[in-house]
Antibody, heavy 121, light 107 residues
Framework: EVQLLESGGGLVQPGGSLRLSCTAS????????LSWVRQAPGKGLEWVSA????????YYTDSVKGRFTISRDNSKSTVFLQMNSLRAEDTAVYSC??????????????WGQGTLVTVSS | DIQMTQSPSSLSASVGDRVTITCRAS??????LAWYQQKSGKVPKLLIY???TLQSGVPSRFSGSGSGTDFTLTISSLQPEDVATYYC?????????FGPGTKVDIK
């Protein structure tokens, strides 16, 4: 059974940093791309970032470029999202999602429950 | 970047009705489109990929069509368990943008 478990969320002040983690099980982690998707309270889905199976290709939505960094440790079946210079508009539940293959096409067949990030003073 | 729109933003229909949701891309994306269903408090579920291919295990009352800029998701006979918000997502190239969603409920 595929499982994705996110952690690392919390309350942070504007301008602060957080590092999210997503630990996977139930599939060959190193063979699949992973992505982060966020959902602000009461709002729709927003794609944030993606990384290919080997980590050689990374992608970001414009609003987080230069502030967020996605990475992965295939030996630990974990994908990370380093978030710096956080803003109030980054407040959301952040979920990781498994890509259907090792890279393109980047659509998603399994999702984690998410971790809440709140940016507020 | 390519923008994704959906219409309507919400709809209410009776059990057994045929329901159609439209997704439009601001530029052509070939058939690189997926549809997801998100029930309240739940994670999204992949319904359709490549615009018209049904994901394994998804009921056959769901279907997708379209190519280029205009796409549709159709529920042939709405069931109570279909109450959810439906999102389209483009994946031809980054950013892999979602549409704003269409909320479906029962009249």
């Amino acid at each position: 059974e595929v499982q994705l478990l996110e952690s690392g969320g919390g309350l942070v002040q504007p301008g602060g940093s957080l590092r999210l983690s997503c630990t996977a099980s139930g599939f060959t982690f190193s063979s699949y791309g992973l992505s982060w998707v966020r959902q602000a309270p009461g709002k729709g889905l927003e794609w944030v970032s993606a990384i290919s199976a080997g980590g050689g290709a990374t992608y970001y939505t414009d609003s987080v470029k230069g502030r967020f960094t996605i990475s992965r440790d295939n030996s630990k079946s974990t994908v990370f999202l380093q978030m710096n210079s956080l803003r109030a508009e980054d407040t959301a539940v952040y979920s990781c999602a498994k890509v259907v293959g090792g890279g393109w096409p980047y659509y998603f067949d399994f999702w984690g429950q998410g971790t809440l990030v709140t940016v507020s003073s | 970047d390519i923008q994704m729109t959906q219409s309507p933003s919400s709809l209410s229909a009776s059990v057994g009705d045929r329901v159609t949701i439209t997704c439009r891309a601001s530029q052509g994306i070939s058939n690189s489109l997926a549809w997801y269903q998100q029930k309240s408090g739940k994670v999204p579920k992949l319904l359709i990929y490549a615009a018209s291919t049904l994901q394994s295990g998804v009921p056959s009352r769901f279907s997708g069509s379209g190519s280029g800029t205009d796409f549709t998701l159709t529920i042939s006979s709405l069931q109570p368990e279909d109450v959810a918000t439906y999102y389209c997502q483009k994946y031809n190239s980054a950013p892999f943008t979602f549409g704003p969603g269409t909320k479906v409920d029962i009249k």
